[in-house]
């Protein structure tokens, strides 16, 4: 599996080319008109005193703090999806706003790192036309299967200048995923975020509080 990360997502979204996928989605003309003014000529005023401010322009990006923007943004890259499982091969790809994962099919990992490649080359043809950059400092490759002996678990991937080297775990949608598909690695994961969280816990106790433990539990 090869995962990918899109650079600043929806700040940096071409608003031309997403109203262009919702028409070819054939969405609605409301919905269009909608996500136009929702992108476009955005105003705000404020409140100080009981009094209110005229309107005035902002220029901001939309943020991903937004739930529409999330969902603006599938539609965004639905047609990398679609061309990257047009390959037909045995090749899945998931995705959740700005993180993209290729997980590929096969018998032997040589054959694997050929196809997640190909796709590869689909991803970067696809950042061309929609104005969009992938993160590559944040590439990650995974190979998953029970019987580590029987295939080659530590081949790269050769993109331009730079190997992408293979991983022993990878977080996918906050589920930390090892090579053998166990649990271990994000029973880890679960455990250090615990530690962490247990000694600002502490630490508000003790310096804020001045309370122990139980009495603040």
């Known amino acids: 599996?090869?995962?990918?990360?899109?650079?600043?997502v929806f700040d940096w979204v071409s608003h031309i080319r997403l109203l262009h996928t919702l028409k070819m989605k054939r969405m609605s003309s409301y919905?269009?008109?909608?996500?136009?003014?929702?992108?476009?000529d955005r105003e705000t005023?404020?409140?100080?005193?009981?009094?209110?401010?005229?309107?005035?322009?902002?220029?901001?990006?939309?943020?991903?703090?937004?739930?529409?923007?999330?969902?603006?943004?599938?539609?965004?890259?639905?047609?990398?999806?679609?061309?990257?499982?047009?390959?037909?091969?045995?090749?899945?790809?998931?995705?959740?706003?700005?993180?993209?994962?290729i997980l590929v099919y096969d018998r032997f990992t040589?054959?694997?790192?050929?196809?997640?490649?190909?796709a590869h080359d689909i991803c970067m043809k696809w950042v061309?036309?929609?104005?969009?950059?992938?993160?590559?400092e944040k590439y990650k490759l995974t190979h998953f299967t029970r019987k580590l002996?029987?295939?080659?678990?530590?081949?790269?991937?050769?993109?331009?200048?730079s190997v992408i080297k293979s991983k022993s775990d990878v977080r996918v949608l906050k589920m930390q995923l090892n090579m053998k598909l166990q649990w271990d690695a994000h029973l880890w994961q679960i455990e250090t975020n615990h530690v962490t969280r247990m000694l600002i816990l502490s630490h508000?106790?003790?310096?804020?509080w001045e309370a122990i433990f139980k009495k603040a539990r």
């Open 31 to 40: 919905i269009i008109e909608w996500t136009c003014s929702f992108l476009e």
């Open 110 to 118: 040589e054959e694997i790192c050929k196809t997640l490649s190909k």
């Open 128 to 136: 061309c036309t929609h104005d969009a950059t992938f993160a590559s």
């Open 149 to 161: 002996k029987r295939f080659n678990m530590m081949i790269n991937i050769q993109i331009k200048s």
């Open 45 to 101: 005023s404020l409140i100080f005193n009981k009094q209110m401010s005229n309107m005035r322009e902002i220029n901001a990006n939309i943020s991903q703090k937004f739930l529409i923007s999330s969902i603006l943004f599938l539609f965004f890259n639905a047609s990398l999806i679609e061309k990257c499982e047009a390959l037909r091969i045995k090749i899945e790809v998931l995705d959740f706003v700005n993180d993209i994962n």
């Open 1 to 8: 599996m090869l995962s990918l990360n899109v650079v600043e």
């Open 204 to 208: 508000l106790e003790v310096f804020t």
